[in-house]
């Protein structure tokens, strides 16, 4: 077996060094669906050279053979979470039961609240905003505002098709 060179993933503009996994999914199911022609390939996940081939194969390569070298060693995510749950709930120490558990809640991707638009911050900056005007002391009750809804009017059609439903469905059970 050849010297095999370390993999390292650093974010940028450029994926040379990148994590590609997508691509290299692209590749591998081209390469399940019989396609073997570096050119082919390289059309296929929209690589710019067939070195950009090669060189995400020899990532496919190196991935495999890291997990398969975790396997031999007995190492799984069953090892992995056992231990950190062991940690979690056996450690004398807060600061590291607590590091476990954020482990957990990381893994899970829910360790940051992140809304996808400014939506999220709106209502949180004008709640915020509304504390600050009003001098409230704690254990105040602020009062309910009195809000008006607008119930829409339904169109004559919409009610005929409604009550033709009603009859149907009571024709139905009975």
Known sequence: MGKLKPVVFVQG?????????YTQNILLKAMMGGVTDPKELKKIAGLKTVADVYRTLDKIAIRREYHEALSRNGISLDLIVQGIKGIALSSGSDKTRLAAFQTFIKSLSLDKYDSDGDSGKDWEEKLMEYHDSK???EGDIVPDKKYIVDVPKIPESAKEKIEEDEKIGKNIYE
């Open 13 to 21: 503009l450029r994926n040379f060094y990148g994590e590609n996994k």
């Open 135 to 137: 001098d409230l002391v």
